[in-house]
């Protein structure tokens, strides 16, 4: 089968593409699964060398080695993978069915092999006479220290038991976001009369006809409850049902009791990860999982949370007696229900502080913010974002773009997905098609870092806009690029955002920083219909109303966390059921408000059941407190700082996960991180 598949599979090949780029007009579904069959060959090969290898163990013919095993099968997984998320139809999600165990399956083996795990011990064991650089030594204990998470020292019927689990886990994690983004392409909200869209955002409501008129209703207007339609309809929609509407359509997603209903997967999810953890010695997934982070333990993220939960529900009260108010001044006669919420805040924002997002959007046009992006990578870091038309995309509405330095060498090549579509997974992310590595010659090998986002596409006459929060995402996904990019290290498995998962948002949100600074604002937001830039009284309420609604935005990303926690910090396999688990636990447990629902419920909360984020999505919160105290350096010597910005790229961009994260963290603040700065950030102190 593989053999006949040789000669017209592009994997087979190398690239002659720009930069060696993925050549997506030749790459065919029917591609994947052979060349990953093969990937899988080959890299059991490599690692039959490593095991073969006559010669005594060391760090180079057995870390370094292992470190270099599956390029090719990365190069296949890296496009299949993104791809599977931004283009899934009914035969991506069967290759992704069909390759997933087999991938899980081979990723086990290697650190369960005994005679491979032999030769690691044998160089860890020398690790104190091998007089090692700091990332060797980090890639020799990383390494190490995944053998023995990854089940090297149980024993035989543990180490069968243990596969199973991991093969198992693949097949149900994959499933769940399957029948996420089944269930909420499925789940469709027609209106049949315009009055009902009244106070909807003009781009809004074209889509909504657009999407109706290519189901053959046209006068109709069709809505999916996806996270940008939702917000939009139940911050600016007047209509009441219609906001419920949305609202229950986005909020019961995968738990709406049909063939993608995912509540009957979750308890089995989490008994198998807790039976993995307790396998491997520890008493919780949670603890299993912060054993590798800076965090460590579950005591200290509960301690975190805790600070924070407590006067963001406090702020949330306050804040829906404020709506109540108005209501009944408006003579509403109902109650603040959690659809009313962004309705009721936006009423007190365009009160307060005189702005309306509808008033701000032609400002932030997809092509705007982009722009301002760019420029804001000039300004730090003296590095140019070009179009590279030479290098091909997988979509005629996306761009590559070449990244260089000042002196002109390359830094990588970046990719933009901006618009949201049925085949493209929720959510916003940042990837890579190759990450950065280093030749045999020594020569830096430049990363291919994509961007992925979820906005609306422009209708008409009127281009793409993003809201404040959409912005936002958008300086928050090129920051995760910029740690790609920058990557300058010399082991593959250390490069770009390949360090602790509460670390690795700290690229991410200081980039944040910058999104609505003035002096950016005035460069980059320009309205797409006059070409005025932004005024200065625009850019003022922008500034003032950053610490607005701050009670329900931690409210909410803080029940999700504590949810995440809760679940994975059981040490009995769950007996409740899922509804019943989260009102015990968020209702009554931490006294979570009606009014707000979590960000993200249990049946479609994909960060922890199928994106790598379980016991960890608190990582936002952590790596905030990092970034709220390092912007602090910027403020002391100046945003657009540039000896600050190479500092921050020298000992935190560019050197990935090749020596322990606070110690890169201190390198750059020259001390540790305090919390005052994200508690008075939130307007908490």
Known sequence: MIQAQVTDNPFFMEWDTSFETPPFEKIEKAHYLPAIQRGIELSEAELRKIIDNAESASFENTIVALDNVG????????????????????????IDLESTPLLSAHYASIRLNPDLFAR????????????????????????????????????????????????????????FGENVRKDATHHEIVVENLDELAGVPEFIIKGGAKRAASLGMEGKWVFIPTR?????????????????????????CGDRGNEYDNNALIPQILNLRLEKAQLLGFDSHANYILDNRMAKTSDAVMELALKVWNPALAAAHKDVKEMQAIIEAEGGGFEVEAWDYRYYMEKIRANKYDLSEEELMPYFTAQNVRDGIYLLMEKLYGVTVEPEPTVQTYREDMQAWKVTNADGSLVGI??????????????????????????????????????????PAGSGDAPAMLNLDQVTTAFHEFGHATH?????????????????????????????????????LKKY????????????????????????????????????????????????????????????????????????????????????FSGGYSAGYYAYLWAEVLDADAFGAFEENGVFDRKTAASFRENVLSKGGSDDPMKLYKQFRGRGPSTDPLLKRRGFL
Do not use: C
Request: negative net charge; aromatic residues 12%; proline residues 3%.
């Open 120 to 175: 690691v011990k044998k160089v860890y064991d020398q690790k104190n006479s091998l007089k090692l650089d700091v990332d060797q030594n980090k890639l020799l204990e990383d390494t190490f220290k995944s053998f023995v998470r990854g089940g090297a020292l149980l024993g035989e019927d543990e180490k069968a038991r243990y596969k199973e689990i991991v093969k198992d886990l693949s097949v149900l994690t994959l499933k």
């Open 71 to 94: 390029e090719f099968l990365s190069r296949v997984v890296s496009v299949f993978n993104n791809l599977s998320g931004t283009e899934s139809d009914d035969e991506m999600q069967a």
């Open 525 to 608: 937001a320009v309205h797409y219909k006059t070409g005025e830039p932004i005024p200065d009284e625009l850019i003022e309420k922008i500034v003032n109303v950053q610490k607005f609604n701050q009670g329900f935005y931690t409210t909410e990303y803080m029940a999700a966390t504590l949810l995440d926690m809760e679940y994975h910090m059981l040490k009995e396999p769950m007996q409740m059921t899922v509804p019943e688990f989260e009102k015990e636990k968020l209702g009554e447990k931490y006294g979570l408000m009606d009014e707000i629902f979590p960000r993200y419920r249990s049946t479609y909360f994909q960060h922890i």
């Open 414 to 455: 970046f990719y933009t997905d901006y618009f949201i579509r049925d085949s493209k997974r929720s959510g916003a992310w940042m990837s890579s098609f190759r990450g950065q590595s280093v030749d045999a010659a020594g020569n830096r090998m430049a990363p291919h870092i994509i961007n992925v986002l979820n906005v």
């Open 484 to 520: 790609g990019l920058f990557s300058d290290v010399r082991f593959r498995g250390q490069a770009g955002t390949a360090v602790a998962r509460d670390f690795v948002e700290l690229p991410s949100q200081i980039l944040e920083n910058w999104a609505f600074e003035p002096e950016l």
């Open 228 to 252: 940008s339609n939702v917000e939009a309809i139940t911050t600016y929609g007047h209509n009441r049902d219609l906001r419920k509407k949305m609202f229950v359509g986005y909020t019961t």
